[in-house]
């Protein structure tokens, strides 16, 4: 039997694992923990400025980062914090809200304990949008003006033998700004902040949520909807807290990140100073990729082995990573909706909750991105994967070319995504419908058909396969997942539908049987390995905006409440949390925006 599809775990590092079971209640315990990979190991920008407060639009030509201070947020309040990850990470929950902790989280790391440092980093990145290489996007139109305008990372430590990278995002400018104030507002960090934790409860690999704290008197302008409005675009101006919310992983490494050098080390070299800078940027590009193996892949690619020859697992490990994880975005009903190169981590883990969503009804063309197009949609990510993929690949190739043996194998793990995203996918949907396979012609048969009724009842896509997961006698608990119900379609209609439902339904029922004979298994297995991989409880849009629009007046107890509900997301919890958030999407939310559609998330 299939079971919940396995997500790669972060890579460890070997390091002196802290042995101590007490927490760390302190920032100063926590710098202990501190070790500056990447500031220590990469290249700085020669045109930086010492002290870090290097806050203007610029051109950045060359080096893997930029020394930046943050910018603090005034008067901070404390939002929240992740209990999960304080845990998992040995921190005591008291420092979230401890004076020490709290400034250095909100930006000023003017007092940070040695051996913490008080200049934190941004890093520049390129852009391709579904595989098409974009300069204009910078001020500059070169692509040198372009990477985190508003994330600065200002720790890396090394806790329990792993290795993270802890990032402010609206800690403030920085070169890469492009004349934008370096700041996230409210709204956006609570999303965001929630949807991490709540992707990690579901068994998607992500970036992690630590803390957020908010200003009570620094606001910024954004454009957002009026209540209610169904306005594709934002129809008002209303200024805004800013907010910091810092979130963690074991780099933050891009494929836009990688692309940036493999750009640059492409360029001609027609003159003899340009061969020298092509020379340089081929350092950099060979400096910045094995980095990304040690932070990312160092316990799948032996540090013994050549240049050639890692570059050619990473990019199979690569493949590995972003399929299984785009599988999962399906399987949890996730749309990350602005999957550019610059918004793919190459390490393979789910980064940037700007327009994300989690559909409600089945849709595979389901999109919270007014913006993001079809290419972004619900069932076209792997598309979009495959395009970033091919873009990470055609980034490692000058790394290759001297090695005509590696750049072959590179070319057959590149034309062979498809056939991988497939085979994941599939896994995933036969994980999904509690069969051990889709492969014979009947399955195959049955999942379209399904599809074809999902779209046209249409379902709520969450409902509908946790319901299915009780494996039921007849169809009607699935039809708690209908939008249309029998009383408001027509009657004939709704007879024509429910047939269609009941045949579907007998033909799975005797699949499923005849996949549990085989296996040596039974129905109460099947639905116990079901509600493994079909969870309850999705962070819908609609749940989250009461959490922000409470939260702008200072009570944060939705968000608590939501930090409980979604982080078990595949628990049955109490009768109570069933009523309030296992349900259909009401109908006065549809086409709302700011609930139903985004046009744009900072
Ligand atoms: N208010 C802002 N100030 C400065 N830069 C910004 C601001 N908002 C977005 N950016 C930058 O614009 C680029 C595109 O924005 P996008 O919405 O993809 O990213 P984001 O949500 O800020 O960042 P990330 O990808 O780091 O999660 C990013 O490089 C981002 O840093
Ligand atoms: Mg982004």
Known sequence: MTNRLPQKKNSTVSAIPTTSTSKVATLGELAKLANYSLMDTLNCDPDATENGVDYAPRQVFS???????????????????????????????SMAESAHFMRMFTGDTSQVPAPMRKIGWATGYALSIYGTEFTHQCPFQTGNGYGDGRAISVLEAVINGQRW??????????????????????????REFLAQEHMHALDVSTSRSLSLYVSKTETVKRYWYTEGSRSENPDMMSAEAV????????????????????RRAREDG????????????????????????????ADVIDSQLSTPEKVVILAREFRGRLTSLIANWIRVGFCQGNFNSDNCAAGGFTLDYGPFGFCDVFNPYYQPWTGGGNHYSFLNQPKAAQSNFESFCSALRPLLADHKDHLLALDE??????TVMDSEMQSMWAAKLGLSTLNPTAHKVLFNELLTLMMQTPVDYTIFFREL?????????????FYNSSSQANESDSHQRDTRWIEWFATWKALLNSDCEENGSNLEEAAKQMKLVNPKYILREWFVKPAYQQATEGNYALIRELQDVMNQPYAEQSQEVEDKYYRLKPLEFFKVGGVSHLSCSS
């Open 165 to 190: 990278e802890m990032q402010l995002k609206g800690g403030g400018r920085t070169p890469y700004c492009r004349g934008a104030d370096g700041r996230a507002v409210l709204r956006s960090s609570i």
């Open 63 to 93: 080096g893997h980062y930029v020394p930046i201070t943050p910018t603090p947020i005034k008067d901070p309040e404390y939002v929240a914090h992740s209990n999960a990850f304080f845990a998992e990470l040995g921190l005591a929950d």
């Open 243 to 262: 907010a910091i919310s810092t979130r963690v992983a074991p780099s933050f490494i891009r494929v836009g990140q990688i692309e940036l050098f493999a």
């Open 469 to 481: 997961s009780s494996i039921p006698d007849d169809i009607r608990p699935l039809k708690k997942s």
């Open 413 to 418: 793990i590149q034309r062979e995504f498809s």
């Open 270 to 297: 027609q003159f003899e100073d340009q061969l020298d800078e092509q020379v340089h940027a081929m350092q950099e590009l060979e400096k910045i990729v094995l980095h990304l193996i040690d932070r990312e892949y």
